[in-house]
């Protein structure tokens, strides 16, 4: 087995650092393109669509989860109303 040549090992190791000091530089300078999502803490980046509310992001998930309850909402709000007109009548037929 030939034994390796020691520049083409330091060149390859000098490679390398290079290689990884690029990647850093390239990423600190993405991370301000990058942020967290206020309820589920997820990363956003191009992939996942982020909007910014006031001072807070939050992800294309959670605001379609926003978006489902607040279109339920008056849903929620009639069961509730109910459920205090029932505790009512229940309440006087009972003489409480």
């Given at each position: 087995m030939p034994a390796e040549d020691p520049k083409s090992r330091t060149e390859l190791t000098i490679e390398s650092i290079l290689e990884g000091k690029k990647m850093e530089a390239y990423v600190e300078h993405r991370t301000k393109e990058m942020h967290s999502c206020t309820m589920c803490g997820a990363i956003g980046y191009k992939r996942k669509p982020m909007k910014q509310i006031g001072n807070v992001w939050f992800c294309i998930d959670c605001m379609r989860h926003l978006k489902e309850?607040?279109?339920?909402?008056?849903?929620?709000?009639?069961?509730?109303?109910?459920?205090?007109e029932m505790s009512k009548k229940i309440d006087e037929t009972l003489g409480m």
């Open positions: 309850v607040l279109d339920t909402l008056s849903q929620w709000e009639a069961e509730i109303q109910l459920e205090r």
